[in-house]
């Protein structure tokens, strides 16, 4: 039985445990956090529970698919409701856009703004259909070592229609018309970390995913996935150190042998690095056995960091409902100050998750649980000032929108931003999520998972194939541990 080792403890790193122990091998997961989840840990204060990153759950397929490779289901482990409206885009106090859960519900809203919009929706989200099934079968859970793993006769017969060499933006355009379904159509680039000028068209699978596959949401908080992946782990007989710093990845005849840990050495045959590549190369690795000079990172276009506001509200505030999107700015003008000339945004764009208008055991009775979330350019200064800032200024456009005050029923702030990042989970730059999914940092062009220079390390997480995300992380993590696998079996 080989010895493994997977760095993090976050969605891929649990994924890549689970299966690195399905494939027959003895498994350790070091987590430098005192708790598992990475990116996605949560915490408790004063009756809240706070989802410290995501809580948008899309795709349930991907969830589904990842336990039932391990004969369960995501049920075994938590409920999930459909969010219905699953989300409402605020373009301004009296004009709010919700989209429902249903199909048909979707049609309506669309027709209602902009008539003869349904028969075009019901095309682009054919062809968002076609590309996820595409995207899922045929490209995602490849390591994309070479442009070879896609040059399928499915894929090269589909090229065209996948749309890779057109703009996610001119895609949309040539849809509709009406400037809020273009926002709202557009709005899924922003998980991918680009704007929709900056990826390609291929990512309208995206929007298939958000408007065909539903908003959905785990009761007690998106940390039960997390609690689900560490007890399938367990019962894999996985061991998870957690509160432990990897300080060194020793490599000795050309393959990994030892790491340096904050809790004593400990001794492998293989690794996956899934804490934030650079920090994986630059801090673990003496520079012969790196894949990336410093001056790589410094070219690549990252996805966005954010400053979140974790908030506890000691009333109800009617307007707000599971996940608003405040609009009600310019995205472009705020997209610019992220990646065209990073700095502070002028007048920003920001998130309101509202997690207690579903979910009663996030907030003490009669309370709100508030996650506020403002994207901004990676690597800005950031302080406490500026921090507080912005709170204030959010907080008053919550106000004016949900025409209540909620400033004075504040019983509980905590802020998260760029230097926590840092802290927290080694971030270049104090990154978010990830390296932005723009075409020429896609797949074969994206950090490699493997290390060229030390065969038995590969790397996974939202810094490698196939992106940032929640289930791309799962997925990152499959993939990874079925190449360590393979390399430790050929090895033997
Ligand atoms: C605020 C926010 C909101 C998001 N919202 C959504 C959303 O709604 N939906 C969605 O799908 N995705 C969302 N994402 C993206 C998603 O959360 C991430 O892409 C995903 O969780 C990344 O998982 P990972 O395993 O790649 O990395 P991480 O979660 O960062 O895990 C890596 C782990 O490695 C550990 N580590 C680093 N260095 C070391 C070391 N030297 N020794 C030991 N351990 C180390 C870190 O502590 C960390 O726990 C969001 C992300 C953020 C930050």
């Known amino acids: 039985m080989s010895k493994t080792a997977i760095i993090g403890g976050g969605f891929s790193g649990l994924s890549a445990a689970c299966f690195l122990a399905k494939h027959g091998h003895d498994v350790t997961v070091f987590e430098k956090n005192s708790s598992l989840g990475g990116r996605a840990r949560s915490f408790s204060e004063q009756g809240f529970m706070f989802d410290m990153g995501p809580s948008w759950y899309w795709m349930p397929d991907v969830f589904e698919k990842f336990f039932g490779e391990f004969d369960r289901r995501t049920d075994d482990y938590y409920s999930l409701v459909q969010l219905d409206p699953g989300f409402q885009v605020i373009f301004d106090k009296d004009d709010v856009l919700q989209v429902p859960a249903s199909i048909d519900g979707i049609y309506d809203v669309f027709e209602q703004i902009e008539p003869g919009s349904v028969v075009k929706l019901k095309k682009f989200l054919a062809e968002g259909k076609f590309k996820y099934e595409v995207g899922m079968q ?230 709100e649980n508030i996650f506020i979330l403002m994207p901004v350019a990676s690597g800005l200064k950031d302080t406490e000032e500026i921090r507080e800032r912005y709170f204030n200024l959010i907080v008053s456009r919550i106000e004016q929108y949900c025409e209540d005050t909620l400033m004075q029923h504040v019983v509980f702030k905590k802020s998260y931003c760029i230097n926590d990042f840092m802290n927290d989970y080694h971030a270049y730059k104090g990154n978010a999520y990830g390296l932005a999914n723009t075409l020429r940092q896609t797949a074969v062009l994206k950090p490699s998972m493997r290390n060229k220079k030390v065969k038995n390390i590969f790397y996974a997480g939202q810094l490698t194939v196939p992106g940032p995300g929640v289930p791309p992380a799962i997925i990152s993590g499959q993939i990874a541990a079925s190449q360590l696998s393979n390399y430790l079996k050929r090895a033997l």
């Open 138 to 367: 045929k490209l995602v859970y490849k390591p994309s070592f070479s442009w070879r793993e896609f040059a399928t006769i499915e894929v090269l017969a589909s090229s065209a229609r996948l749309h890779l060499f057109r703009t996610m933006r001119a895609h949309v355009r040539s849809y509709f018309k009406d400037e809020r379904l273009v926002a709202l159509m557009e709005f899924p680039s922003l998980f991918l970390g680009a704007t929709a000028q900056n990826i390609p068209a291929l990512y309208s699978l995206m929007n298939y995913a958000a408007l065909s596959m539903g908003t959905w949401y785990p009761k007690g908080g998106m940390v039960e996935i997390v609690i689900a992946m560490e007890h399938l782990a367990s019962s894999l007989k996985v061991d998870i150190v957690t509160g432990c710093v990897v300080s060194k990845i020793e490599v000795d005849k050309g393959e990994a042998a030892k790491l340096d840990t904050s809790k004593g050495d400990f001794f492998i045959d293989g690794i996956i690095a899934t804490g934030d590549y650079h920090h994986m190369e630059q801090n673990l690795l003496d520079v012969q056995h790196r894949n990336y000079k410093e001056n790589y990172w410094d070219k690549k276009t990252f996805a966005p960091s954010c400053l979140i506001f974790y908030v506890g509200v000691s009333k109800k505030i009617k307007k707000l409902i599971h996940h608003n999107l405040f609009f009600d700015a310019s995205l472009d003008v705020h997209s610019s100050e992220i990646y065209e000339l990073p700095q502070w945004p002028a007048n920003p764009l920001f998130y309101v998750c509202c997690p207690s208008k579903t979910d009663d055991s996030v907030a003490p009775d009669g309370m």
